[in-house]
């Protein structure tokens, strides 16, 4: 039997009675690793936001590992399992990178760093970090103040603190959002890394369709206020109805 992680039953919002979608339906298998596209407008931020408990949907549920969170808190989602890597970064800047990973860490455990030997417990936290700053490639610059890093370097850190919660999904909302195309594919070749090392079911919304049809097993898209299509790179590419609406012939 199919194991999902994620199902998006019946799910419809509308913003000041203008509607975003009405009755999106979709399930994400466990250990899927897939993209969201649309056009601009089309509402995949708003998915993630509801998905995260950051909207309300006005029907609906958004059902994972089992339990409906809607009406749950963002936080509470979070300790469900559930991190996100924002479109804007969500990282403290004038904390150090390493700071910011320790913060996760810690929140991750739920503040409970062991009190009778608190060095020790303060010393496997850091070393935590560092393995996850390692696997971002950031280790080296462990120490600077994060708000100082390049672009590339913030998105990166998002993902290392989403990574710390120790997700068993992550949302990324454009990843490689302002990157020059090196820094992107660098960017994809990491998260795609990730995924493989990590095992974690990982969702991602993106604009460039090499990077989608590139490293996604599933794609999903939203238009016209539903999903219009759900497939492999190869059926959405070929897909007549996302051509016309979105893709274009030159895919
Ligand atoms: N908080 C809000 N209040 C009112 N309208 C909103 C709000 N959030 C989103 N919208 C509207 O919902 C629609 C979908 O927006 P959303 O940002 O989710 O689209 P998107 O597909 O992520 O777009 P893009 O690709 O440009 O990032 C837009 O018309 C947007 O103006």
């Known amino acids: 039997m199919t194991d999902y992680v994620l199902r998006i039953e019946h799910l419809s919002k509308s913003f000041e009675g203008s509607q975003v979608f009405n009755d999106v339906n979709f399930a994400v298998e466990q250990g899927e690793l897939s993209s969201i596209i649309g056009p601009n407008g089309a509402g995949k931020t708003t998915l993630f936001n509801l998905i995260t408990g950051y909207h309300v949907p006005d029907a609906g549920q958004v059902v994972f590992r089992g339990q409906n969170l809607v009406g749950l808190q963002p936080y509470d989602i979070v300790r469900l399992g559930m991190a996100r890597a924002f479109q804007r970064t969500n990282i403290f800047p004038r904390m150090t990178v390493l700071e910011n990973v320790v913060a996760s860490v810690i929140s991750r455990n739920q503040g409970n760093l062991d009190m009778v030997k608190p060095v020790d417990s303060l010393r496997s936290v850091h070393k935590r970090a560092f393995e996850i700053l390692d696997s971002v490639e950031l280790a080296d610059m462990a120490h600077r103040q994060s708000g100082i890093l390049a672009h590339g370097n913030q ?8 990574l710390a919660l120790e997700p068993a999904l992550l949302l990324l909302d454009e990843p490689t959002q302002g990157m020059s195309p090196d820094e992107r594919w660098q960017t994809v070749n990491l998260v795609k890394q990730l995924w493989e090392d990590l095992k974690i079911t990982m969702v991602f919304i993106e ?13 999903r898209v939203l238009c016209y206020k539903s999903l219009l299509a759900e497939g492999t790179p190869s059926e959405i590419s070929a897909n007549r109805q996302v051509i016309e609406a979105y893709l274009g012939e030159e895919v």
């Open 207 to 219: 604009h460039d369709m090499d990077i989608v049809f590139g490293i996604s097993q599933k794609v």
């Open 155 to 162: 998105k990166r850190l998002d993902i290392a603190v989403a």
